[in-house]
């Protein structure tokens, strides 16, 4: 599946577009048939942008995210953002990037500090993980810009229980929407 997946039939008659940022390591098959009825159902066109596959540098991953936002906000789209996991920090650094063009965020159980977890041992070969936690970094330097405003763009989805990669005390946002998740 092509790393860009329009849901769209008809893309004049749709006015809000999802942009779905999956997770590192993720195949956007899965995305692609969770989300192929949204347009029918709830109006929106799904760009699943599958960033970590397709890029290798956290600079040009944010790039391709903020150029998507910008394609499809020229003509007064509507432009929301959903990431999951380590696409989920990468939406909200795009967010950062774009705050006046983007409606809402939702971040799906996606790291957004190192916190007090700063053990984030990587293989040196393994560059999408080297982007990841650049991300991270990046998210955790730039969160002090958003606004009370902005932040309740936000909503986070987290963990019951945290993982070895992702504590539940690196998901959520002060001042943002927060949810637990059932597992």
């Known amino acids: 599946m092509n790393s860009l997946h329009n ?8 006015k809000h577009s999802v942009i779905l940022i999956p997770a590192l390591k993720t195949n956007s098959a899965i ?22 596959n397709t890029e290798k540098d956290f600079p040009l991953m ?7 936002i910008d394609e499809l906000s020229i003509n ?6 959903l990431g999951a996991s380590g696409g989920g920090n990468m939406a ?15 971040n799906v159980c996606g790291r957004m500090r190192v916190g007090k977890h700063t053990d984030l041992d990587i293989s040196p070969s ?21 606004s009370s405003d902005d932040k309740k763009k936000i909503m986070t989805i987290r963990p019951r229980f945290g993982q070895e990669f992702v504590p ?16």
């Not at 692609?32 to 009825?37: A, E, R």
């Not at 007064?76 to 953002?81: A, C, D, E, H, Y």
């Not at 909200?92 to 939702?106: E, P, S, T």
């Not at 560059?127 to 810009?145: H, P, T, V």
């Open 7 to 14: 849901t769209s039939n008809s893309p004049d008659r749709v």
């Open 31 to 52: 995305f692609g048939f969770i989300t192929k009825n949204w347009h029918n159902k709830y109006g929106l066109s799904v760009h699943i942008l599958n960033v970590w």
């Open 62 to 68: 944010l790039e391709k995210v903020v150029n998507k």
């Open 76 to 81: 007064g789209g509507t432009v929301s953002l």
């Open 92 to 106: 909200i650094n795009a967010f950062i990037q774009r705050k006046g063009k983007v409606n809402k965020v939702i």
């Open 126 to 146: 393994d560059k999408q993980l080297k982007a990841y936690i650049e991300s991270i970094r990046f998210l955790e330097s730039n969160i002090a810009s958003l």
């Open 168 to 183: 539940v005390d690196t998901v959520t946002i002060d001042g943002g929407g927060c949810v637990k998740s059932f597992v």
